[in-house]
Each structure stands twice: as C-alpha cells, then as structure tokens.
C-alpha cells in the first residue's frame, strides 16, 4: 500500500497543474508503472482536451509494456463519451492489467460506472488510495456534484482593529488595509476559481473590476447584487468585457452578450438562492469578496466552505465592521506583515 500511495501522491502533485483550467472538469493526474519505474505521466489540462489517462499513455515510449504495467489514476477513469472518449476504454484496449484509484467519481455520469466496466474486463482495480487527499483535490468538483451548488469561499481583509473600511473615502477608493504582496495572492486565487462575487455597495463604493491583473490566468466569471438597479451603467462590473451575472429584484433589464441578470427574492435567504443560481450556470466555485453585509449572509447561513482573512496593520478606529465569523483557525501565515487566517467550515 504504501508504494501505492507514493505514485498516488504523484498523481495529485501532476494534478494541481490543472488548477483553474479545467472546469467544468476535475483536476485528474495520471502515472503509469512497469517494474518500480514510473513510464508514463499525464494530468487533465483543460476541459476538450485529453484526459489525464490518455495523456499519460501517449507519454510511454514502449507501448508493449503496458499489458504488464500498473496505471494510476487520482479519480475514477470516466466510461462515457463526452467532448472526449472514454477513459475506460482506452486502458481496456491497451490491455493495462493493475488499475489503482484514489477516489470515485461523484458525477452520476461516472460513479462506479467507471469502476465497473475495468473489473467486468478483466483488470486488478483497487480503489480508496489517498482517498481524503484525491477528494480535497477536487474540493469543487465534488462540493458541486454531492451538494449542489459551487464551493464557497469568503475573502476580506480588515484592520488591526477589526474594520473593513473606513466612514471616509475620500483619499482613495478602494482604501487598501493589505499590502502589495497579499493583494498578488488575491488575484492568483482569482485565477484558480470561476467566479467572483460583491455585494450593491462595495461595487458602487470602490468601481472594482474583479479582473485579473498582477497574476496570469483566466478572469472569474463577476457577479454582483443589485437589488435595485442603483449601480451606475458606467460601473467596471457593467461594461461587457467579461461575463457577469447580475442578482436583482425585478426582470426590467435585457440580457446582453456578456451581461445577464438574474431575478431573486430579496425578502428570502438570499445566500441559497445565489448558490442554487449558480449551480444552474455550471460554476463550481466563488469567492465572495465583499461587502460586510454580504459575507455576513453567507456566514449567517453557514453557506460557506472557506474563509480566506487578511490581518492588516492599519487601524481605522471607525468604520464597517469586519464579518463575525467562529474563532477556528486551519491554517495561519504571514505575507510581509499582513496575517493571513484561512478556515474551513467543517458543519
């Protein structure tokens, strides 16, 4: 077992390449062995494009060895067409004796069929290798396929004395607490996710694009609420440059190329709403980024999976009051001076 962990451990490493590239798909990595030496790797790199299996087998030299070789996958093979043929029938027709798998699949597409199809052909299939490891993996994926909805994370940062914002910004919009460093980390974590998500104020008060710009990748999809149509068509989050999805009371706006909006009841649980919204539009992960009263929706319905909090040195001594949130800390670390406090949310 523990020589499977250790290429099982491989895969999840070759995985996390994938990380914010292949939605609606998971992040699956692939290693093949024959005698001890790993032949072969590959990982999922983009939803269309080969599986982690495919691309694994592609990468072994000497095909013949792979009717004595053991593939390991981190997530159960798919045995369904879709943009791309099955993985199970690719390891079936190579003749691949020994399959080892991390975890299985959730998608109803998938679960177990997969499993399935391998031992009615004839192979060694063992599964549940680093399974708590391949299932934190795909956190989305699986939050999405079992539960319904994307996986949610709050993001905010406050001052040392427990504000958000300041009453007065005029100086500087938006009024920075973390520094340069943090604020890089932040649009990384933009890139790793399909969505982004403010509240009517924060969009109103700080014009924020919710774009990417000091990190490379993919800009999340931007939603906003807007209950009453008090953002300004000039506002960032308006102007049609990327897709974005607007929570409001009443259908009187046209949906537009990139622009689409969504009527909710504002008198209901809105955070479950949002959730089931999104769901609906195949995102498997936001980060909720503001405001105050927005991130308290979410923490007041225990709708959330992880808390990203940045600690900043500056103190306001008056202001928006920082979400309240349970005192269960994961994880800590400190960016220059800026405290980073990560929870999850484990009820």
């Known amino acids: 077992m523990k020589k499977h ?74 045995s369904h067409f879709g943009k791309t043929p099955p993985c199970c029938d690719l390891i079936i027709q190579h003749q691949i004796p020994n399959v080892v798998i991390g975890t299985v699949d959730p998608n109803e597409k998938v679960a177990g069929k997969g499993i399935k199809k391998l031992i009615e052909a004839g192979s060694n299939v063992t599964v549940g290798v680093l399974e708590s490891e391949c299932n934190e993996l795909n956190k989305r994926f699986f939050t999405f396929h079992q539960k319904q909805r994307p996986y949610i994370i709050l993001k905010w940062a406050e001052s040392a004395d427990g504000f958000i914002a300041p009453n007065e910004r005029d100086e500087q919009k938006p009024v920075w607490i973390s520094n340069p460093y943090s604020r890089q980390l932040v649009h990384k974590w933009r890139t790793e996710e399909q969505a982004i998500l403010v509240g009517t104020q924060t969009a109103i008060d700080d014009n924020p694009k919710l ?21 300004p068509k000039t506002n960032h989050l308006l102007d049609n440059q990327q897709k974005t999805i607007v929570f409001c009371q009443s259908n009187q706006n046209t ?61 306001f001594k008056n ?11 994961n994880q800590t670390q400190l960016i220059l001076k800026d405290e980073l406090l990560i929870f999850r949310n484990h009820d």
């Not at 999340?220 to 953002?231: A, W, Y």
């Not at 689409?260 to 089931?276: K, L, T």
């Not at 539009?281 to 007041?300: A, K, N, P, R």
């Open 211 to 231: 774009d990417v710009r000091d990190w490379t990748g993919k800009s999340p999809v931007r939603i906003v609420l807007d209950q009453n149509n008090r953002i």
């Open 5 to 78: 962990e250790k290429y099982l451990a491989r895969c999840i490493e070759l995985a996390q390449n994938g990380l914010g590239t292949t939605y609606p798909n998971p992040m699956v990595g692939s290693v093949i062995v024959y005698k001890d030496q790993i032949i072969g790797e590959g990982w999922h790199k983009k939803a269309g494009e080969p599986h982690a299996e495919v691309n694994a087998v592609n990468s072994v030299k000497d095909k013949s060895l792979l009717k004595e070789a053991t593939i390991y996958v981190s997530l159960e093979p798919c």
């Open 255 to 315: 949906n537009q190329e990139n622009l689409i909006f969504e009527v909710i009841d504002f008198n209901q649980n809105i955070a479950s709403q949002i959730a089931r919204t999104l769901f609906n539009h195949q995102i498997q992960s936001v980060i909720i980024e503001g405001g105050g009263q927005t991130l308290q929706t979410f923490i007041d319905t225990n709708l959330w999976d992880e808390a990203r909090i940045f600690k900043g040195q500056n103190t």
């Open 319 to 329: 202001g928006t009051k920082a979400p309240i949130i349970k005192p269960t800390t």
